[in-house]
């Protein structure tokens, strides 16, 4: 059994209604700095934020939570658009992850914080920027890293293949069946799919190691975690990166990685017209996760980052 990369000490579990969220803290002591909140991708948790958080803590609180339906936290039956709801199901969605981060805050008495999310967590990181904006409570900054481009959305669809959108309608039919999405999640949740992802995700083989591979797959075996993935995968129409970005007054920095096998560079790029976006870096030889797979590179960054705004 590959062990935690937190202290047993440092967990902790916190009620959001009638659900358990589990999260992490460090750096507590430097109250008087801006607070920062690192949000997951999909599919991964509070954990993949084990090379980072402890550096980042030596100058500011920082703070890793497991989003609803993932790691620690837990994981409501799922209720799609057009399904009747019942007691206890959730919809998952960008809104309600920011939700949860919004009520976090609060929990935390957080009045100052910056928000850094990898993949899906970008997009949540958005989200509950443009809530606290609309409640006249801005975050100080959001760092994105490798942000999700959600091209399946069906506001995207026109830029897909003819074939794909031809086949949209059977696709959104077969994927809000339940027993084809289990099987479908029960398929993927092996060790050895994980680390063939992984090979993928990290191009350069950083920091893929074994305890990786298990803290990924260790949530995914709960009962109930094939919830959140029909959940997700049935996000047709939710937020989209760049209309938040549109919208946002909050200052947007990007980090990429220049080898990320899913969401091009070429996309963020064009993130770059947004007066919200003040910059993007990227970075060469890394994928989808470098602050997981090059944190000797990535930790300086957002520790620069963090710093121009949060004394």
């Known amino acids: 059994m590959v062990s935690s990369p937190y202290p047993s000490d440092r967990l902790r579990t916190w009620t959001w209604g009638d659900q358990r969220i589990g999260w992490i803290a460090g750096g507590e002591e430097h109250r008087d700095r801006s607070a920062v909140v690192l949000l997951h991708g999909f599919g991964a948790c509070k954990e993949h934020w084990r090379h980072n958080l402890p550096v980042l803590a030596r100058r500011r609180p920082t ?21 009747e709801s019942s007691p206890g199901s959730v919809h998952y969605s960008m809104d309600l992850w920011a939700d949860q981060v919004v009520a976090f805050l609060d929990h935390e008495e957080l009045t100052s914080v910056q928000l850094v999310g990898n993949s899906i967590g970008g997009v949540v990181a958005l989200t509950c920027a443009r809530k606290l904006e609309r409640l006249g409570r801005p975050a100080k900054q959001v760092v994105l890293i490798d942000c999700a481009q959600r091209t399946l959305d069906d506001k995207r669809l026109a830029e897909l293949p003819a074939l794909q959108r031809w086949s949209r309608p059977l696709i959104k039919t077969l994927v809000r069946q339940r027993w084809i999405t289990d099987t479908l999640f029960r398929q993927l949740a092996t060790a050895s799919v994980i ?5 993928k995700a990290y191009p350069s083989g950083g920091h893929l190691d074994d305890q990786l591979v298990e803290m990924l797959l260790k949530p995914a075996q709960d009962p109930q975690a094939p919830e959140a993935f029909r959940g997700f995968i049935n996000l047709f129409n939710d937020n989209l990166a760049p209309d938040l970005l549109a919208e946002l007054k909050t200052p947007v920095r990007l980090i990429w990685g220049a080898a990320d096998p899913w969401e091009p560079v070429a996309e963020a790029q064009r993130w770059r017209r947004f007066e919200a976006v003040k910059d993007l870096t990227v970075v060469e030889g890394l994928g ?10 990535i930790n300086p960054l957002l520790d620069t980052f963090l710093a121009e705004v949060g004394a």
């Open 195 to 199: 680390r063939r992802v992984l090979k």
């Open 63 to 83: 703070y890793a939570l497991d989003l609803l339906g993932f790691g620690a936290s837990s994981k409501p039956r799922a209720t799609l658009i057009g399904e």
């Open 288 to 297: 989808h996760c470098p602050h997981d797979e090059g944190p000797e590179r």
